[in-house]
């Protein structure tokens, strides 16, 4: 089973423009990304895949491996795609640019889906953390996931999920954290399909697993992560990596 890493980066953000190249301890955010997920030693191969000059000479000139997509893209699962379509692979994982603090064990957890997924009924993989914060679970920012009682996901939501119409009962709440691992051909499905309303309203890629009977087996994890955001967020990951 052949395993690559790629990191979609794109320079604009609508939140927090250039964050990608912002110096984070004496190298930029994706530099960093890039580094710690080599570093992992869990893939045959790891690529910066990106639509800036910018952002692939940076990793280039560092000795990395990075792509220019041919294409404009309106998420990162499609820019991927068009990187990975003629690539002799069997599983690629999507690590993200503004999470540089990549987490082994997670990784692993992840890759595992799949070793175990003989008949190969799982088309994707992904994290979800639990969360107690009524502020964060409110936020429109945290993607929320539910699962089944095997972890498949069932739905993704900016809004809480489920509502708690009963707040006597115990239910527990999923962020869901956007590291994915795919299988190939789900993946150039994805990028195949076009988008339908669920997708369209809530912004959240995964969705569109979900809308065309795709079944994504979701991974606990404790390991929250700094996703840089904003500019307070960033210096929040300076204090962290000191």
């Known amino acids: 089973m052949k395993i690559i890493s790629m990191i979609p980066a794109r320079y604009s953000a609508s939140r927090f423009p250039g964050k990608l190249m912002q110096d984070l301890e004496g190298k930029s955010v994706i530099r960093r990304t890039y580094e710690a997920t080599v570093n992992t030693k869990l893939f045959d191969d790891v690529f910066v895949v990106t639509d800036s000059q910018i952002i692939f000479d940076e990793i280039v000139n560092h000795g990395g491996k990075a792509i220019m997509s041919k294409k404009e893209h309106e998420c990162g699962s499609d820019r991927i795609a068009e990187a990975v379509q003629f690539m002799d692979i069997d599983i690629v994982v999507n690590v993200q640019g503004d999470e540089p603090f990549t987490e082994v064990s997670s990784l692993k957890k992840l890759i595992h889906v799949f070793k175990n997924d003989a008949n190969k009924e799982i088309d994707l993989a992904s994290l979800m953390v639990h969360i107690t914060d009524w502020d964060e679970i409110k936020n429109p920012n ?101």
């Open 142 to 242: 945290t993607v929320k996931v539910i699962v089944d009682k095997n972890n498949f996901a069932m739905y993704f939501s900016r809004s809480p999920i489920p509502y708690p119409r009963d707040e006597t009962v115990h239910v527990k709440y999923y962020k869901h954290k956007g590291v994915y691992a795919f299988r190939k051909e789900a993946l150039l499905d994805f990028y195949r399909l076009p988008m339908l309303s669920l997708e369209a309203s809530e912004k959240i890629e995964c969705i569109r697993y979900l809308e065309y009977s795709k079944k994504i087996k979701m991974v606990e994890t404790n390991v929250q992560g700094v996703e840089i955001d904003t500019p307070e967020d960033l210096e929040r990951a300076k204090k962290l990596w000191k």
